[in-house]
């Protein structure tokens, strides 16, 4: 059985998530061409083996062309993911990560879900983080997701609704109920982005522990705070036998 296992140490982002599965060896190509499918304009990504604290990982962060001022509905974001050249069983992945964001952010702002619309769901960034989390994992073809317990980081977080306590909100939303166990130790500020809670939700299962596995490759995804601890998404991917 392959196993993929998300050491969540220092939380867990959009980037830090395709940062490590490049890392792990899935293709950059594959990663570029299939989020052309999406027909979403106005990006590129910025993908660079680099060194934190003496380690070395992979950076990927999505770099907008030009400045969005228009911040996309959940409504708007499930047909153009429903019309593209996706894989299915990727577009079903991704819209079941949206969904997870937009029923958190609409239950903590009041809203449906359909009428969620700013930036945390809506930005480009987002969606292809989202969407490319979803390219990975199915390229990556594992029989189950693993995760740790979950670093939240702590203090507070400034966002487009003004200061919050970390978690933010919608990411303990997120969280709440998935059987995670959540801690905060050595990161002053957000460490879990709803975007990374969500991906992490719809993807894996806690381990309650490091999982019994032969590990065959191991992948850090760096995120761009500076924390006290490394500030990196682990993956380890190996063979398991009976879980």
């Known amino acids: 059985m392959k196993i993929v296992y998300f050491d969540c140490f220092a939380g867990i982002s959009g980037d830090m998530t395709l940062g490590a599965f490049l890392d792990c060896g899935v293709s950059a190509e594959t990663l570029r061409q299939e989020l052309e499918k999406l027909g979403l304009p106005g990006f590129h990504l910025e993908i660079e083996k680099t060194k934190k604290r003496g380690i070395t990982g992979t950076s990927c962060r999505v770099a907008a062309d030009r400045e969005e001022h228009s911040h996309r509905h959940f409504a708007e974001i499930r047909e153009m993911i429903g019309n593209s050249g996706l894989d299915a069983l990727v577009k079903e992945t991704a819209l079941a990560i949206f969904g997870r964001v937009a029923q958190a952010e609409g239950k903590v702002h009041g809203l449906p879900p359909e009428k969620v619309h700013f930036h945390e769901v809506g930005a480009v960034d987002s969606i292809v983080d989202i969407v490319g989390a979803a390219i990975c994992a199915h390229a990556v073809a594992a029989d189950k997701f693993l995760a740790s317990a979950v670093n939240t980081g702590q203090g507070i977080v400034e966002c487009a609704h003004g200061v919050l306590p970390v978690p933010a909100p919608a990411t303990a939303e997120i969280l709440a109920g998935t059987g995670f166990e959540l801690y905060a130790r050595c990161a002053e500020g957000e460490a879990v982005t709803p975007t990374g809670a969500a991906i992490l939700a719809e ?32 993956i380890f991917i190996g063979e398991a036998d009976g879980l």
Do not use: C, I, Q, T
């Open 203 to 234: 993807l894996a299962s806690p381990a309650g522990g490091f999982p019994a596995m032969r590990v065959d490759k191991v992948g850090y995804g760096f995120g761009e705070r500076e924390f006290e601890v490394l500030n990196a998404l682990r």
